[in-house]
């Protein structure tokens, strides 16, 4: 199994439960890729970058929320129901929030569009005006997130050890889940995007 948009590398995970060898490389790499698919699911975004283009409903005339945005290559609305998005806005247009792409102190992506020039967005009852093509995701993982990668992995590969959920150890039997562990979770909830509406 080959990494797909990875949050930490396997070698970062080898380190963290002292592997030196190979042999368990494939189920260590699917750890990975659960761990990361985790983390974007209940941080409600993904922390890879990716080039598409997207269509949304502008919020109101003035402001358009989107997905993680890291640079914008065009933007397009309609001005009808056709979908046929005719309308190029020029740099001058539009403005990218939050300003400067820092939140908190943090660093983050763009997430909403604000008309600042000579057009608005059209409302049209909710339907989405509004093409969006750009880079979308973050430009690097978050440190948080890449730990709490490593962290979630690790759990996941070792429940392999654990028929029916239960491992056994100096301590007694404990229940091992799968659920995303508390510390990972504490680790990224920063970066947690609540969607409203």
């Given at each position: 199994m080959?990494l ?17 060898d ?8 699917s750890?990975i ?6 983390i ?8 890879y ?19 993680d ?6 933007l397009?609305?309609?001005?009808d129901?056709?979908q ?5 806005w020029?740099?001058a247009d ?6 400067n792409g820092?939140?908190d ?14 057009y ?5 009852g ?9 880079v979308?995701g973050?430009n690097a993982v ?9 962290l979630?992995?690790a759990?996941?590969y070792k429940r392999?050890d ?11 039997a404990?229940?091992?889940?799968v ?9 990224v909830d920063?970066?947690?995007r609540?969607?409203?509406?």
């Amino acid at each position: 199994m080959a990494l797909t948009n990875p949050y930490c590398s396997l070698n970062e995970l080898k380190a963290s439960l002292g592997i030196t060898d190979n042999i368990d490389d494939t189920i260590l790499e699917s750890a990975i890729n659960s761990a990361s698919r985790a983390i974007d699911r209940y941080c409600a975004r993904n922390f890879y970058k990716v080039t598409a283009t997207r269509l949304y409903a502008p919020r109101d005339s003035y402001l358009t929320d989107i997905d993680d945005l890291v640079s914008l290559t065009t933007l397009k609305t309609t001005d009808d129901d056709t979908q046929t998005f005719d309308v190029t806005w020029s740099a001058a247009d539009y403005q990218l929030e939050p300003l400067n792409g820092v939140v908190d102190g943090m660093p983050t992506p763009y997430t909403r569009i604000r008309a600042i020039g000579d057009y608005t967005f059209n409302t049209l009852g909710g339907e989405a005006t509004v093409q969006v093509a750009g880079v979308f995701g973050f430009n690097a993982v978050p440190d948080e997130v890449n730990f709490a990668t490593i962290l979630q992995a690790a759990k996941l590969y070792k429940r392999k050890d654990s028929p029916l959920g239960v491992i056994s150890g100096e301590y007694g039997a404990m229940r091992v889940g799968v659920r995303l562990d508390p510390q990972v979770s504490e680790l990224v909830d920063a970066w947690r995007r609540i969607r409203v509406g």
